[in-house]
């Protein structure tokens, strides 16, 4: 099996959805179907069951599933390992959010000064996957926000940031110098794909079910704000076009932005990286 064809099954497994798996891989939607179907006369058995709305996985798809994420992995565990014995060492950092934040700043000067020689790429990612490629293989670290599922992972917390509500800004309730979370029950919110982290949808639901369009990226939280009224929650301190403001939330846990790393990861590049990120995120 090729490892391109098992991150093309990874992220149909995790998308459940050929259109937006093919979306998250760059690639169109017919050579990614392609691919899966070869995948499946290869294995000899079929991975998902299709819909007109979507796939769930089969017994065996899940299985596999379990398989390709550590085969991932450990592809690219020796990627780092031979380029760092080849001289040409590499670190992939996947980015969730603004990356304009001044801790992200500080982090990258401080990471370039003290490994001149290392190769840093950079994946910036959509509000879908809160691990960033993490667990996909896709990269080494992540600079994220918590909280997701843990499992088999090490998260570092940097700094946490108080969360408000993002409204238009001639909502009544803008006017507000703070919210709780029961003056919104009544309202809809944006909400991420079927699939997404069902820790990181809870909490960026205030904790309980809601309704409302489906987004993956901050522009299209803002968009559907703005175009429908809907309401989402957000860490305070970010710019946001004069059309929409955002009211604090008196009762709800503040965010905790986080280097997240694979549980027992002995690369010692990102054992570096979460260190010199500990102290960028302190000042």
């Not at 798809?61 to 550590?70: I, M, T, Y």
């Not at 670290?141 to 238009?168: K, Y």
């Not at 944006?190 to 639901?205: E, I």
């Not at 710019?239 to 986080?258: K, N, T």
Request: charged residues 25%; aromatic residues 6%; hydrophobic residues 45%.
């Amino acid at each position: 099996m090729e490892l391109r064809t098992l991150r093309y099954f990874v992220a149909v497994a995790e998308e459940l959805h050929f259109g937006r798996a093919a979306t998250r891989l760059h690639i169109s939607q017919p050579p990614l179907s392609r691919a899966i179907k070869r995948l499946e006369a290869e294995v000899g058995a079929l991975l998902f069951t299709r819909s007109p709305t979507g796939v769930t996985l089969t017994a065996v798809g899940s299985v596999l599933l379990d398989e390709a994420r550590a085969l991932l992995d450990h592809a690219d565990r020796v990627r780092v390992r031979v380029s760092a014995a080849a001289g040409v060492a590499t670190i992939t950092v996947g980015i969730l959010g603004d990356g304009t934040d001044p801790g992200v700043a500080r982090l990258a000067a401080a990471f370039r000064r003290s490994h001149p020689g290392i190769d840093i790429r950079v994946r910036d990612t959509d509000l879908t996957d809160p691990t960033c490629g993490l667990r996909a293989g896709l990269v080494d670290v992540a600079l994220t926000r918590a909280p997701f599922d843990g499992t088999a992972l090490t998260v570092r917390a940097l700094r946490a940031d108080p969360v408000g509500v993002v409204l238009r800004a001639d909502d009544p309730l803008a006017r507000r110098d703070g919210l709780r979370l029961a003056e919104l029950a009544d309202r809809r919110w944006f909400q991420f794909p079927r699939g997404t982290d069902p820790v990181w949808q809870s909490y960026w639901n205030g904790g309980r079910p809601r309704e409302g369009p489906v987004v993956r990226a901050v522009q299209e939280c803002l968009q559907t704000v703005l175009w429908n009224g809907t309401v989402g929650l957000a860490p305070l301190g970010h710019d946001l076009p004069a059309e929409l403001a955002v009211v604090p939330l008196v009762d709800m846990p503040p965010s905790r932005v986080v280097a997240v790393w694979r549980e027992g990861d002995t690369n010692p590049l990102v054992r570096s990286f979460v260190r010199t990120a500990t102290a960028a995120y302190r000042r």
